[in-house]
């Protein structure tokens, strides 16, 4: 309730709060899960209304939420495609996204192989998966939800070491 939230590019936040305080309730109207009671979201200065998850990744922000919404017996480049390409998904499109992906991680180091099995992979590679995916769809705003809760300390600092990079 009466929020105002102004964050500039290159920055990062974080919110706290108890459990029950709305840190979740925010991020999900933000991405497009909920709608705000009232209130304005303002992107680059315009005002965005943003009704749904496709709104959010096409406004930009992308979110990798508390429990990952990977499918876990898809590979890490199925996973990163799976609902970014239009129509279906031929060698070609194949290729381009793994090029992008290759693209993607070399650029932030976050390194993973792209024909490995989700449920096969550390929580903390899963996690850089999300983030992957986020940055493939285009993602200028990136919102964690509980970003370290899952991590070992290793897995956080470097996580910590890819955030200050993008």
């Known amino acids: ?95 381009k996204a793994r090029t992008e992906l290759k693209r993607l991680e070399d650029a932030y180091d976050m390194h993973v192989d792209p024909d490995a099995i989700i449920e096969e992979l550390p929580v903390g590679l899963q996690q850089r998966v999300e983030i992957l995916k986020a940055l493939y769809r285009g993602a200028e705003i990136l919102i964690l939800d509980e970003p370290t809760g899952v991590l070992t300390p290793a897995e956080a600092d470097h996580l910590f070491r890819i955030l200050q990079q993008l």
């Open 1 to 95: 309730k009466d929020i105002r939230l102004a964050v500039k590019r290159g920055t990062i936040h974080g919110i706290i709060g108890e459990n029950g305080a709305g840190k979740s309730t925010l991020m999900s109207i933000l991405y497009g899960f909920y709608q705000a009671d009232s209130g304005d979201i303002y992107i680059n200065g315009k005002k965005t209304r943003i009704a749904d998850s496709d709104a959010a990744i096409a406004a930009g922000i992308g979110m990798v939420h508390q429990h990952f919404m990977l499918v876990q017996n898809f590979t890490v480049l199925e996973n990163v495609i799976l609902g970014a390409e239009n129509g279906a998904i031929l060698n070609s499109a194949i290729g």
